[in-house]
């Protein structure tokens, strides 16, 4: 069921690609951002996170620009949308050394309602595979491994090439293959539909005002959205809790 | 003197008691033994003397004896006692008294002449006490002192003529004070009164914490004295003072030496004219202090050093603190005391470049000599503070090559790291690669390449290995050839070539199509082929009549028209066609 949807989830993707409007010319870009970094030294912050968010409106993006972003974010105090931000660009650059500090730095700002169960060697592994590439990245590594394991495939016929190659070769290639479809599969099911807290709120039992609360969430948060209805989207916390919030407290990544 | 002893029922002996001593004249300083002799039992317990006046008694042990006497069997226990006289003179051990089984039997008063060694000749004894031959005193520079105050507690403990050994550090009941630990004690000969005194000093600091009249001591000495043993002295060339001392067989006694107590009053400092800084250090105390480097880039290290020495109480003396430690980050100063200095190291990290010095530190202590308040400073010390340095440089802090410098715990600040200055390449919002179209066109193209790769291996694959689909799928090459050159053949009116050719062509199709041996083919093997095909009769008539056809016109060279030719052409193409879509 879960793969399912992670399937599903990689056909939205594909779908979702091509929506073909004007988009800001690269120059235009390039000195917006170099006009947002202007005011960021500055200490103008409202003002460099303006500047970049013009370029975001100009349908332009990239990790730099959420990466420039979120700082501003996080020093107008805004820790929800840095945070936000940060995991954007956590989705073009995963590796940036700067972005994984930031991001850390700010998550230990989040309040905490709970102690995070400390995570074992399995997942510590499998999230840091997941984690260090991009979707692209671990989308072009299966493609790539398939179309691999079909030319080897063909060029052991060819060569004629012994059993034992043809074994390691192709079980090499197949445990690969299944070590990044599946890392894709978990991504793309880790990274669809989560949304960043940016305003401290409850989460009620019921989309109400009136409703009871069940938890509170707070700003940099991360939970996962499962539904939208009336202004009101019901999430998930990390541990499994559900609750309604308003749609505006919050923002999907 | 009575003594109930609880003896095992006694063999109906006689039972009798003596005392004796092995001599009866000694010096003072000296014991004598005494032993107790019990005849006629040995079921008697050890038990102490009771306390005699003039002597310190000493259990020694017991021993048990039985001896036979004109065939009388006689046993005995006694117990030794070491009777150490405290005075010189004509002393009496009492008579003594031990109960067994509710008999008391009593010994007879000895006497003993103890004489004092120190007094020349046998002239008439003074009556000296052992007291007077060793003994401590306890002594403090002044009764009236303040609180506070050091002062020098000593105890000397004097011996004559007694010989004293495993001397323990002077004890004594010190509530009210704070002390310090023994001074190396010093020894010395001194002459009082015509006596000639071995004396040991002993001396510490003292503080008194709390005002008013207080005691101390007394001090107890404890050591062991030697005793002289006067029974064997000249016995034997063995055991002559030589030996004695050598081999130290000199009896050991330990001893307990009390002084008297001293009174002291303790007054309270005066009030008046006590400065601010007063921390309550009271005796003669001089302070220092100085700061290294004394300039330094912000976030760089000072070290402040601090010293307080002199005759005081260090321990209660505190040192003065920083004014403007706001101006400062401050780590925990390190405190030590050695002998009589007393240190602090503390490390200041500037703030700012706006910090230009370190105040003066104000010190003060109540001077006893003086009687009055005496105050210093120190400082103000001034300092240059630069800016922290852009390009990491090395900076050299300190530089005096202490070895005492303090590494303080790094503290890392916390703050996010700064902004991408390159913007790098924008690309539209949420364009990836794998919603390009061009991704996946490429993608397709590759798949296809490898696909098509894998057909073409099949295909040459199977041309090698299998001869049969070889021939079969050569089948209609060859045919095609073949017709083209029939055709040829039929133009030129060339029959019997033409129908040479047609049978062999039809021939070796047929062969290679349907997987007959070539020199087998005739249409019995034909039908048998094709029969689960659901052949058209019409064609395998054709093929008939073909093969017919040729056979006769090869043998009978007859005249064809060429109508014919062109008829036999067409079947044979037409028989072929089918054969192309039927078989396969």
């Known amino acids: 069921m879960k793969w399912t949807r992670g399937m599903i989830g990689v056909v939205l993707l594909l779908m979702s690609a091509f929506s073909a409007e004007a988009a800001m010319p690269q120059q235009e870009a390039v000195s917006q951002f170099v006009l947002g970094n202007q005011a960021y030294k500055e200490g103008a912050y409202e003002k460099a996170i303006e500047e970049y968010r013009a370029i975001l409106e100009g349908d332009r993006e990239n990790g730099h620009l959420y990466y420039n972003l979120a700082n501003a974010y996080f020093k107008n105090r805004q820790l929800g949308y840095s945070i936000l931000n940060y995991e954007r660009a956590r989705r073009l650059m995963p590796r940036d050394s700067d972005l994984k500090f930031n991001l850390a730095y700010a998550e230990s700002l989040v309040r905490k309602t709970a102690q995070p169960e400390p995570a074992g060697f399995v997942s510590e592994m499998i999230s840091g595979h997941v984690n260090f590439y991009t979707l692209d990245e671990m989308f072009l590594m299966t493609t790539v491994l398939v179309v691999l394991l079909g030319a080897v495939f063909l060029m052991s016929r060819f060569l004629k090439w012994p059993r034992v190659m043809k074994t390691v070769s192709r079980s090499v290639l197949i445990i690969l293959i299944l070590v990044y479809s599946i890392g894709l599969i978990l991504k793309v099911r880790v990274t669809a539909d989560q949304a960043v807290i940016v305003s401290n709120t409850p989460a009620n039992f019921e989309p109400l005002e009136t409703a009871t609360m069940r938890f509170e969430l707070f700003e940099g948060m991360k939970v996962k959205v499962l539904r939208y209805k009336d202004g009101w989207v019901k999430v998930e916390r990390d541990d499994g809790l559900l609750g309604w919030v308003t749609q505006t407290s919050l923002e999907e990544i | 003197m009575c003594m109930l002893l609880t003896a095992a029922p006694a063999q109906a002996q006689d039972i009798s008691i003596e005392a004796t001593v092995n001599v009866n004249r000694i010096p003072l300083g000296s014991a004598v033994n005494l032993t107790i002799t019990i005849k006629g039992t040995q079921n008697v317990s050890a038990f102490d003397l009771p306390p005699i006046p003039d002597f310190d008694t000493k259990f020694i042990g017991p021993s048990r004896n039985i001896s036979v006497v004109n065939n009388q069997y006689t046993t005995s226990i006694s117990f030794t006692y070491s009777m150490l006289p405290l005075k010189a003179g004509k002393l009496q051990i009492p008579m003594l008294q031990v109960t067994i089984d509710g008999n008391t039997y009593s010994t007879d008063a000895i006497m003993l002449d103890v004489y004092d060694p120190a007094v020349e000749g046998d002239g008439p004894q003074a009556e000296t006490e052992l ?454």
């Open chain 2, 131 to 584: 007291r007077e031959k060793i003994f401590v005193q306890l002594q403090v520079p002044s009764e009236e002192v303040y609180i506070n105050e050091p002062m020098q507690v000593k105890v000397f403990l004097y011996t004559s003529g007694v010989a004293i050994r495993d001397i323990q550090y002077p004890k004594m009941d010190m509530t009210g004070f704070i002390d310090e630990a023994y001074e190396q004690p010093r020894q010395y000969q001194q002459v009082i009164e015509g006596k000639r005194f071995e004396i040991v000093e002993f001396e510490k600091s003292v503080y008194p914490t709390r005002t008013g009249e207080l005691s101390i001591g007394p001090a107890q000495v404890d050591c062991n004295i030697v005793m002289r043993n006067n029974r064997r002295r000249g016995s034997s060339l063995m055991e002559d003072d030589f030996f004695s001392a050598f081999f130290d067989r000199g009896e050991k006694r330990p001893a307990k030496l009390l002084s008297d107590p001293v009174k002291l009053t303790v007054k309270p400092l005066p009030k008046e004219g006590q400065p601010a800084s007063f921390t309550g250090g009271v005796g003669n105390l001089d302070f220092s202090a100085d700061i290294s480097p004394a300039e330094v880039n912000v976030g760089d290290p000072i070290t402040l050093r601090m010293k307080i020495q002199g005759k005081g109480n260090l321990n209660a003396v505190a040192f003065p603190e920083l004014k403007n430690s706001d101006q400062f980050k401050l780590y925990d100063p390190i405190i030590k005391e050695e002998g009589r200095v007393k240190t602090l190291e503390q490390v200041l990290i500037p703030k700012s470049t706006d910090v230009t010095e370190i105040p003066a530190f104000d010190f003060s202590y109540f001077n006893i000599s003086l009687n009055k308040y005496v105050e210093s400073r120190e400082g103000p010390f001034p300092i240059k503070v630069s800016p922290a340095e852009q390009d990491g440089g090395l900076t050299m802090v300190g530089g005096l090559g202490q070895s005492s410098i303090i590494v303080p715990p790094e503290q890392l600040g916390e703050d996010i790291v700064f902004i991408k200055d390159s913007p790098g390449k924008f690309h539209r919002l949420g364009q990836r690669m794998y919603n390009s179209v061009s991704f996946y066109v490429v993608l397709i193209l590759v798949m296809a390449a490898l696909i098509g790769g894998y057909i073409w291996y099949r295909l040459t694959h199977r041309l090698e290995t299998d001869s049969a689909f070889a021939r079969k799928l050569k089948a209609s090459k060859l045919a095609k050839r073949g017709l083209k050159h029939t055709q040829q053949l039929m133009e030129q009116g060339k029959e019997q070539e033409f129908y040479d050719e047609t049978f062999k062509l039809l021939k070796r199709y047929l062969s290679d199509k349907l997987v007959i041996p070539a020199g087998t083919v005739n249409i019995h093997q034909v039908r048998e082929k094709v029969k689960d095909l659901s052949f058209d009769e019409m064609i395998l008539s054709a093929v008939k009549t073909t093969f017919d056809e040729c056979e006769s016109i090869r043998y009978a060279s007859a005249r064809i028209s060429n109508g014919q030719m062109q008829a036999t052409q067409s079947r044979v193409q037409k028989v072929i066609e089918y054969f192309e879509r039927k078989v396969r």
